[in-house]
C-alpha cells in the first residue's frame, strides 16, 4: 500500500484513448466517464509480471479466483456476504445488460428504468427490439428554487410502468449516473417490493458503488433481503474505481440459480470467455487496492465540492450541486437562457474548447443539462472550470 500520486498529469493523447482522441487537441475531453488516473502500481506490476510471461493462451473459464475476489470486495466494501458461486463473468457491464435483455425478454417486451439514466439503458433494450420505459425522476425545489439536484422517485408512476403485462426488467442505475443520486433503504425496498408484485426483474447496475461519499452508504441492491435477492442481478466492475476499463472484467451476480443458468447458457451461446489480464487486473485491484479505492473517491470528492462552490460562486447560469456520489457533476444551465441543446453544446465546443456530455443523451429531462466529469487531477478541474466560464460569458459579448 502507497499514497497515489492523482495530481500527477499523464498524457493520454495520441494513444487510442476514446475521450481524448475524439475532438480536436485543443479540447479539453470532460466527457466520457473515464479517468485520467493511473492505475494502483499493485496492478500495473501484476500485469507487468503476466506480460513478461510471454504466452498468451486461453484463460481457465472455470477458475474462481474471480468471483472470490468480487466476493470478498461485496462483503469487506459493503458487508453483502454474496458466494462466489453467484458470480458469472461478462466482459463489461453494458454487455451483462444486453445479457440479461436476451435472458429474461421477448421481442416486444419492455424494460423499465429511472430516467435521466445511461444512455445504454436505452439503447440497449431498443437495439435488440425491446422497448426502454422512462419513469422520470422529479427534480424538487429547494430553497435555491433550482431543484438543489434533489431528484425522487414517483413511486405512483413506476407503479403504472411496472404494471404493464409487456415490463419484464427494470434497469436500476444505483448510484445514479448522471444525478449522483444514492437511492436509500426504503427506496429501494419499494422499488423492490413493487417488482415483486408485478413479476418484473431488477437488474441494478452498481458500476459507481465505490464513489459513494459520507454520510451515504451504499446498499447492494440484493442484500435488501433473500425475497429481493431472488429477483436480482447485480452488475459490477471494477473498471470506474481502478481506471481498468479497457481490461473488460465485470461481474454479473445473481443467489437465484435459475437466473444464473438462463446468464450462463447467453454467456456460452454468445461464445464469451475471460482474458488473464483482465482477471488478473481486477483480482489485484479487488483484493490488494482498497487503499486506492478510498483515495480516489476522497480526492474526487474535493474535485467536486471545489467545482460546485466555484460554479455557484463564478459562473453566471450554470447551477451545481454537490453530488451523493459518482464523479460526475449534472449541470443545470437553464439559467443561459439557450432553449436549443445543440446550441447548448456548441457553445461549450466552440466557446469554450471543452467537450462535456449532453443532457439530453440521458432522456429529456436533460434539456438544459450537461454532465462534466471530475475524475481528473485537479489542475485539469481547474482549467476546464475556466471553459465552462469562458463559454458561459461569452454569450454577454
Ligand atoms: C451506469 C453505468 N453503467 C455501465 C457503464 C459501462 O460499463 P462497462 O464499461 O462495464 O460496460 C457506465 C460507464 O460509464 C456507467 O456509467
Given at each position: 500500500?502507497?499514497?497515489?500520486?492523482?495530481d500527477?498529469?499523464?498524457?493520454?493523447?495520441?494513444?487510442?484513448?476514446?475521450?481524448?482522441?475524439?475532438y480536436?487537441?485543443?479540447v479539453?475531453?470532460?466527457?466520457?466517464?473515464?479517468s485520467?488516473?493511473?492505475?494502483?502500481v499493485e496492478v500495473?506490476?501484476?500485469?507487468?509480471?503476466?506480460?513478461?510471461?510471454?504466452?498468451?493462451?486461453?484463460?481457465?473459464?472455470?477458475n474462481?479466483?474471480?468471483a472470490?475476489?468480487?466476493?470478498h470486495?461485496l462483503?469487506?466494501r459493503?458487508?453483502w456476504?454474496?458466494?462466489p458461486?453467484?458470480v458469472?463473468?461478462?466482459?463489461?457491464?453494458?454487455?451483462?445488460?444486453?445479457?440479461?435483455v436476451?435472458?429474461?425478454?421477448?421481442p416486444?417486451?419492455?424494460?423499465?428504468?429511472?430516467?435521466?439514466?445511461?444512455?445504454?439503458?436505452?439503447?440497449?433494450?431498443?437495439?435488440?427490439?425491446?422497448?426502454?420505459?422512462?419513469?422520470?425522476?422529479?427534480k424538487?425545489?429547494?430553497?435555491?428554487?433550482?431543484?438543489?439536484?434533489?431528484?425522487?422517485?414517483d413511486?405512483?408512476?413506476?407503479?403504472?410502468?411496472l404494471?404493464?403485462?409487456?415490463?419484464?426488467?427494470?434497469?436500476?442505475?444505483?448510484?445514479?449516473?448522471?444525478?449522483?443520486?444514492?437511492?436509500?433503504r426504503?427506496?429501494?425496498?419499494r422499488?423492490?417490493?413493487?417488482?415483486?408484485?408485478?413479476?418484473?426483474?431488477?437488474i441494478?447496475?452498481?458500476?459507481?458503488?465505490?464513489?459513494?461519499?459520507?454520510?451515504?452508504?451504499?446498499?447492494?441492491?440484493?442484500?435488501?433481503?433473500?425475497?429481493?435477492?431472488?429477483?436480482?442481478?447485480?452488475?459490477?466492475?471494477?473498471s470506474?474505481?481502478?481506471?481498468?476499463?479497457?481490461?473488460?472484467?465485470?461481474?454479473?451476480?445473481s443467489?437465484?440459480?435459475?437466473?444464473?443458468n438462463?446468464?450462463r447458457?447467453e454467456?456460452?451461446?454468445?461464445?464469451?470467455?475471460?482474458?488473464?489480464?483482465?482477471?488478473?487486473?481486477?483480482?489485484?485491484?479487488?483484493?490488494e487496492?482498497?487503499?486506492?479505492?478510498?483515495?480516489?473517491?476522497?480526492y474526487?470528492y474535493?474535485?467536486?465540492?471545489y467545482?460546485?462552490n466555484w460554479?455557484n460562486?463564478?459562473?453566471?447560469g450554470?447551477?451545481?450541486?454537490?453530488?451523493?456520489?459518482?464523479?460526475?457533476?449534472?449541470?443545470?444551465?437553464?439559467?443561459?437562457?439557450?432553449?436549443?441543446?445543440?446550441?447548448?453544446m456548441?457553445?461549450?465546443?466552440e466557446?469554450g474548447?471543452?467537450?462535456l456530455?449532453?443532457?439530453?443523451?440521458?432522456?429529456a429531462?436533460?434539456?438544459?443539462?450537461?454532465?462534466?466529469?471530475?475524475?481528473c487531477?485537479?489542475?485539469v478541474?481547474e482549467?476546464?472550470?475556466?471553459?465552462?466560464?469562458?463559454?458561459?460569458?461569452?454569450?454577454r459579448?
Amino acid at each position: 500500500m502507497s499514497d497515489h500520486d492523482f495530481d500527477q498529469i499523464l498524457n493520454r493523447r495520441g494513444e487510442d484513448s476514446v475521450k481524448w482522441n475524439l475532438y480536436p487537441a485543443d479540447v479539453l475531453p470532460m466527457w466520457i466517464a473515464d479517468s485520467d488516473f493511473r492505475a494502483p502500481v499493485e496492478v500495473v506490476n501484476a500485469l507487468l509480471k503476466r506480460v513478461e510471461h510471454g504466452i498468451f493462451g486461453y484463460t481457465d473459464s472455470e477458475n474462481q479466483d474471480f468471483a472470490r475476489a468480487c466476493a470478498h470486495w461485496l462483503y469487506s466494501r459493503f458487508g453483502w456476504e454474496a458466494s462466489p458461486d453467484w458470480v458469472e463473468f461478462t466482459p463489461g457491464v453494458c454487455a451483462g445488460l444486453a445479457l440479461c435483455v436476451k435472458a429474461f425478454t421477448s421481442p416486444g417486451d419492455q424494460v423499465v428504468m429511472l430516467t435521466p439514466t445511461y444512455p445504454p439503458f436505452y439503447s440497449i433494450p431498443h437495439e435488440n427490439g425491446r422497448y426502454p420505459v422512462a419513469c422520470p425522476l422529479i427534480k424538487r425545489d429547494g430553497p435555491t428554487g433550482h431543484g438543489d439536484g434533489d431528484y425522487r422517485i414517483d413511486f405512483a408512476d413506476l407503479e403504472s410502468k411496472l404494471a404493464h403485462p409487456r415490463a419484464r426488467l427494470m434497469f436500476l442505475c444505483n448510484p445514479q449516473n448522471p444525478t449522483g443520486r444514492v437511492f436509500r433503504r426504503d427506496e429501494l425496498l419499494r422499488i423492490g417490493e413493487l417488482c415483486l408484485k408485478h413479476g418484473v426483474l431488477l437488474i441494478s447496475d452498481e458500476i459507481h458503488c465505490d464513489y459513494v461519499f459520507e454520510p451515504h452508504r451504499h446498499i447492494p441492491f440484493p442484500s435488501l433481503s433473500p425475497e429481493l435477492a431472488q429477483i436480482s442481478v447485480t452488475a459490477i466492475n471494477p473498471s470506474k474505481t481502478f481506471n481498468i476499463a479497457d481490461l473488460h472484467t465485470a461481474a454479473l451476480i445473481s443467489p437465484n440459480p435459475a437466473l444464473r443458468n438462463r446468464l450462463r447458457a447467453e454467456i456460452t451461446g454468445a461464445g464469451l470467455n475471460r482474458h488473464s489480464f483482465g482477471v488478473i487486473a481486477a483480482v489485484t485491484a479487488y483484493t490488494e487496492c482498497a487503499y486506492y479505492a478510498d483515495q480516489v473517491r476522497a480526492y474526487v470528492y474535493e474535485n467536486l465540492k471545489y467545482a460546485v462552490n466555484w460554479i455557484n460562486r463564478f459562473i453566471p447560469g450554470i447551477r451545481a450541486y454537490l453530488p451523493e456520489s459518482t464523479y460526475v457533476l449534472w449541470l443545470d444551465c437553464s439559467g443561459l437562457g439557450l432553449d436549443s441543446q445543440a446550441e447548448l453544446m456548441a457553445l461549450f465546443l466552440e466557446k469554450g474548447r471543452i467537450a462535456l456530455n449532453s443532457g439530453t443523451d440521458y432522456g429529456a429531462e436533460g434539456f438544459q443539462h450537461v454532465r462534466i466529469n471530475l475524475a481528473c487531477p485537479r489542475a485539469v478541474v481547474e482549467e476546464g472550470l475556466e471553459r465552462l466560464k469562458t463559454a458561459a460569458t461569452s454569450l454577454r459579448d
